[in-house]
């Protein structure tokens, strides 16, 4: 199998893809694609390692997704799952959806990303890669992981990647999920993030809503919801980190959505525009389509479908009429997109984020991770 397109037939360039889309503001330009729903870890907030496997997508079925989504005019596809690392085909995927111009990033928790598994993706020209890291505690990162022991190994694998991925071409980021057990910490990773040139974007934790309200969807350990009392604090916390943003600390999270996060936190809602299942989709191992984690399983179409659907007048209708008011969550990858569509100042920020990843030059000072991460252990 070859990720390779046939002769003849060329890749539309991301910067052109992205323009139109921006322009026309009626494509899909995100879609988070879970490969595969198992998992090597048993993180406390997140309930995907308890789900059952099911049949995952084969590589000739990829190709055709991969020419599918290109068709549609999508510009970036998020590899999540479950774990994607322990998908034995992962490099030959990023190599089929790279070939057919998809900006591609996979998202890992970095325990099972060795560095023979590191290369194999970089020889395929991977350069986005989102590596989960919630604390710089080796006990608590392991209380959450919910398995010991994968504290170092994690940390090793992310030195080798930090190390071995283009100085220039690439945007690595730590993901970072806020909970009470790490609100302290935030303003420090994003100190280790540009010790290794790379940047860090905060998640505010989903929780199932209080009230039933809202959608419920992989998040749980509902101790872990920020009460009222929590609320100043967490303003200092966040104040904090806009200013740290702007004076040039790696956080890739927009203005507005740090803005916004402490009412997420404090109230389970925040105020932003959702376009999903216009501007971006949720795609399942089995590959089908929902507008967003919330509608997996509940409305859904064959991913075959969507040449047919995207751009369909009574679709986009029945799109709106499911997610119209729907405040239901803050998850970054898909509130950045509606704020990067429809707001100058986010788009401004995330133009100069691509700007300098593309031609920045990272640096990579391994030992200052290790000097900052001993400190935190030694606590
Ligand atoms: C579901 S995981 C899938 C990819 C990979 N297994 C990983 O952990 O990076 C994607 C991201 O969601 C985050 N996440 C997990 N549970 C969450 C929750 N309840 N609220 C917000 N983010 C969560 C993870 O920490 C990770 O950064
Ligand atoms: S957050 Fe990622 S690593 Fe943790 S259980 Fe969920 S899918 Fe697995
Ligand atoms: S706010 Fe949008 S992305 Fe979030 S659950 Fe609702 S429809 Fe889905």
Redesign the pocket.
Known sequence: MSGRLKPGVRATPTPFRFLRALLGRDRPVYIHWAVTTK?N?R?R??E?WKREAKDELGLDQIEELAAILAEVGCVQVSL?????ALREDLPEIVEILMARGLKTRV???GVAMTPSLTDRLLARGLGEV?F?L?SLNRERQERIDGVPGTFDKRLKNLVYLAEKLPRRNSLPIL?T?VTPDNVGELSGIADMAADIGFYVSF?????PPADESGHRF????PDWRFGKHSEKDLRDVFAHLVEKKRRGAPIVNSTSFLERSVDYLVNGRASWRCRAGELFHSISPQGKVAPCHAFEGVWEIDFRDLPGLIGSPSFLKDVRQRVENCEGCF?PCWAEISFMMLEARALREMVKVQAKARFGGRKVDAAALWRRVDLVVSE
């Open positions: 998992c870890l993180c907030m997140c995907i999540g799952g479950g774990e994607p998202l890992t928790n989102s989960s919630d993901n999920v998640i505010p934790i989903h929780l992989f998040g749980q350990a998850r």
